[in-house]
């Protein structure tokens, strides 16, 4: 709408408002301020022009700001403005014949709002491995624009940013878990969570760790007896009846899940009778023979080994769990995805009823698997720390199992099973005071 004010003026000294026009209008609106550039088409040139700026649509609270004039052109810059806000405006025109003036169309526009840098703080770092770790962040403020990347930077040098290794672990506010993959072993890295936005990307405080030392394999010998503990590197596997497993896996090996772990050693081979005898004094196995690995065995007659072994050595030795056993049986890392410890023929890592002549074997007469461990499948079975119940489809990290149960899990199939039994997957289970001649056990020791 077009409105005319008139101040005694005679009809010929009135602007016609009809044939005042606006145009090339230019308008940069910033979070507090307005700037204008414009030019106005009349026949006769103005002597002023004034912006009239209002939060309210009937402009009656309205600010006056005087406009440059250049010619027909005009420019105005206004501040101290609210963010985000509308604002309603008209031009006055005055003609210089006392006063005469029109006033413009009304028109409107918003201020921008502020945006700022967001604002992420940096999660403590955990689950250090050789390799691996675990960080993240939590985004506590988009700095008023949607924040379109968030997760954490690493690096061997200080104040990391995102030109170094990083992850991307979502978008908006909130806490997220990240994961560090691809570290060198005792090596110092430090690390910052950071989030970004249409402003730029913002970093929160600096944390540093250092990765766990590379493990090595460790020969000990005990009353003249030694055995070798080969070096598990941590990481992360999917545990139980994965896809090689195909129509022989078993309902208990389901859902399959992740499982991460640390570091640790497992036994080279089983656990052989003359171990067992340097330990204990005496030798419970059926089939008698110095390298040959233990049996007749209960779960509880091994955590009694294990406590002897570890008075004598000073270290400490204990039982694999579950997920240790099977992660080693798959070759941790070096793992080829293979049915069997080793190899998908299973005449080649192990010794079952299709090839024993239904005895035990000296250990170490079979293929290792891909971290140089023997006789996971096959020979005798092996006993393991965990309770033994249903499998959850969550991830989890360095799990033990059931807190409680009345069965405990042992693995690995035996010189009396067929081949199904002596699947890297298969689970059995027993009464921990049972003893059986195709029941034995491997050592395993943690890292520190």
Known sequence: MIVLFFAGCKKDDVIEASKVEVKNEVIEEGSNYIKINAEYVYPEEMAAVSLYLSEQENMSDAKVF?????????????????????????????????????????????????????KVTTTNVSNITQTTATSGGNVTSDGGANVT??????????????????????????????????????????????????????????????????????????????????????????????????????SDEKPVHSVTLSGYYIGETEVTQELWEAVMGSNPSDFSGNQKPVETVSWNDCKEFIT????????????????????????????????????????????????????????????????????????????????????????????????????????GGSWDSNARSSRVSNRFNGNPDGRYYFLGLRLCLSQY
């Open 66 to 118: 005087e406009c440059k004039m250049e010619g027909k052109s005009f420019s105005v810059e206004a501040n101290g403005l609210k963010e985000n806000k509308k604002y309603h405006y008209c031009y006055e025109f005055d003609n210089g014949y006392e006063k005469k003036t029109v006033y413009g169309e009304q028109r409107s526009f918003t201020t921008l709002q502020n945006i700022e840098f967001p």
């Open 149 to 250: 990347a968030r997760g954490v930077c690493w690096s061997t040098s200080q104040n990391p940013t995102i030109s170094n290794s990083h992850t991307t672990d979502g978008n908006g506010t909130g806490s997220f878990t990240s994961s560090i993959t691809g570290l060198t072993a005792n090596t110092t890295y430090y690390v910052r969570a950071y989030a970004t936005n249409e402003n730029g990307t913002s970093y929160g405080e600096e944390k540093s760790f250092t990765t766990m030392e590379k493990l090595v394999n460790q020969t000990i010998s005990v009353n003249g007896v030694s055995f070798t503990m080969i070096a598990v590197e941590g990481g992360t596997f999917n545990m139980g009846a994965t896809s090689e497993q195909g129509s022989d896996a078993e």
């Open 308 to 411: 002897n072994l570890n008075n004598l050595t000073g270290m400490n030795f204990r039982l694999p769990t579950e997920a240790e056993w099977e992660y080693a049986a798959r070759g941790g890392n070096e793992s080829q995805g293979y049915k069997y410890s080793g190899s998908n023929t299973i005449s080649d890592v192990a010794w079952y009823n299709g090839n024993s002549l239904s005895e035990i074997h000296n250990v170490k007469t079979k293929s290792p698997n891909e971290l140089g461990i023997y006789d996971m499948s096959g020979n005798v079975f092996e006993w393991c720390e965990d309770w033994y119940g249903n499998y959850s489809s969550g991830s989890q990290t360095n799990p033990t199992g059931p807190s409680s149960g009345s069965n405990r899990v042992y693995r």
